[in-house]
């Protein structure tokens, strides 16, 4: 492994894919005494979890489901400000065990926002997969249920995650050289 530039920037080895896959092989053991019997519904948010989604779910061992969405921002009404809706979220949530994968919390908003919603919709219980937190972004607190690695700071790239589209075929996790 060594330096890789993408665009206009440098990138050096952070989190190895032997490391990354053994953590998910814990995070799925967890989740399948937790879930056991439960049938959960995973609901990814893509794109940058779509990697973490698919080692995660084949490390499932028990019966669950698995969903994809694309979160969609725009602007609402004066009073409702920055909106965040749900693109394809077409399986019904009522009753469900539902376990929400994410790539990477930063400041915490987006799911900040977007959990009311799906709490809303009446699961019978909510939790997070995160593979990645930045406990030092933090600005919307949220907690993650299940977490791979805290992580600093600092931008990251590769294994979903992308700088300006490009890097989310990396198999592993890069750091920016700042
Ligand atoms: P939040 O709403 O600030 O928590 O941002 C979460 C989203 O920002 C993630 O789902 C990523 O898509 C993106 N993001 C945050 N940090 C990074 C990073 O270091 N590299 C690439 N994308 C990131
Ligand atoms: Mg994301």
Redesign the pocket.
């Known amino acids: 492994m060594s330096i890789v530039r993408v665009h206009d920037k440098e990138f050096e080895p952070y989190l190895s894919e032997e490391l990354i896959k053994s953590k998910i092989r814990e995070i799925a053991e967890s989740i399948n005494q937790d879930y056991a019997g439960k049938m959960p519904l995973f609901v990814a948010?893509l794109?940058?979890?779509f990697m973490f989604a698919s080692d995660l779910f084949k490390a499932i061992s028990i019966e669950a489901e698995i969903c994809f969405i694309k979160l969609a921002s725009y602007k609402g009404t004066k009073s409702s400000g920055h909106v965040i809706t749900a693109i394809g979220l077409d399986t019904d949530l009522i009753g469900r065990h539902v376990v929400i994968i994410?790539?990477?919390?930063?400041?915490?908003?987006?799911?900040?926002e977007f959990l009311p919603q799906l709490e809303h919709m009446q699961p019978a219980s909510l939790r997070i997969a995160a593979l990645?937190h930045?406990p030092e972004?933090t600005?919307?607190p949220?907690s993650v249920d299940y977490l791979g690695f805290a992580?600093p700071n600092?931008?990251?790239?590769g294994y979903g995650?992308?700088?300006d589209g490009l890097g989310r075929n990396i198999p592993s996790i890069y750091k920016?050289i700042e």
Do not use: Q
């Open positions: 948010i794109n940058g979890s994410e790539d990477i919390v930063d400041t915490g908003k987006t799911l900040s990645l930045k972004a600005v919307y949220i992580v600092k931008f990251l790239l995650l992308d700088y920016l």
